[in-house]
């Protein structure tokens, strides 16, 4: 029986260490200032709206994210952002279950559906 229960154990610790923050669903604009190393990259992802890149005069990450509401909801979309010796990567995401990678963002069910009948967000 121990076993069981240690093996329960690290299963319920690898989901938790999984999980994904997502910030800025209830907000109409989220903001986020980050400092940057030399070097250092940054990864934008979105599925529906524009980004803009603007040049930087220091060494911060000023990101700004609207979220148009005309079609959809506020509580439509999140944001993930994460952090890593080689810089951020800040990914909008739909979907408690959509995850957000170096590479971009992958979903696992069907948030992505019926994009057009949901809030759009500009990034700059």
Same mark, same amino acid.
């Given at each position: 029986?121990?076993?069981?229960?240690?093996?329960?154990?690290?299963?319920?610790?690898?989901?938790?260490?999984?999980?994904?923050?997502?910030?800025?669903?209830?907000?109409?604009?989220?903001?986020?200032?980050?400092?940057?190393?030399?070097? @250092?990259?940054?990864?934008?992802?979105?599925?529906?709206?524009?980004?803009?890149?603007?040049?930087? #005069?220091? $060494?911060?990450?000023?990101?700004?994210?609207?979220? =148009?509401?005309?079609?959809?909801?506020?509580?439509?979309?999140?944001?993930?952002?994460?952090? $890593?010796?080689?810089?951020?990567?800040?990914? @909008?995401?739909?979907?408690? =279950?959509?995850?957000?990678? #170096? =590479?971009?963002?992958?979903?696992?069910?069907?948030? +992505?559906? $019926? +994009?057009?009948?949901?809030?759009?967000?500009?990034? #700059?």
């Amino acid at each position: 029986m121990r076993p069981i229960a240690i093996a329960a154990a690290f299963c319920l610790l690898a989901t938790v260490a999984g999980a994904q923050d997502i910030v800025g669903r209830k907000d109409r604009t989220y903001t986020l200032s980050e400092k940057l190393g030399s070097g @250092a990259s940054v990864r934008i992802f979105s599925f529906s709206g524009e980004i803009a890149i603007t040049e930087a #005069t220091g $060494n911060s990450l000023e990101f700004r994210a609207e979220k =148009d509401t005309e079609r959809g909801d506020v509580e439509d979309i999140g944001f993930v952002v994460l952090r $890593n010796r080689d810089g951020i990567t800040i990914c @909008a995401v739909r979907s408690d =279950d959509d995850d957000c990678e #170096t =590479d971009g963002v992958h979903s696992h069910n069907d948030s +992505w559906r $019926n +994009w057009r009948n949901r809030a759009k967000v500009a990034i #700059t």
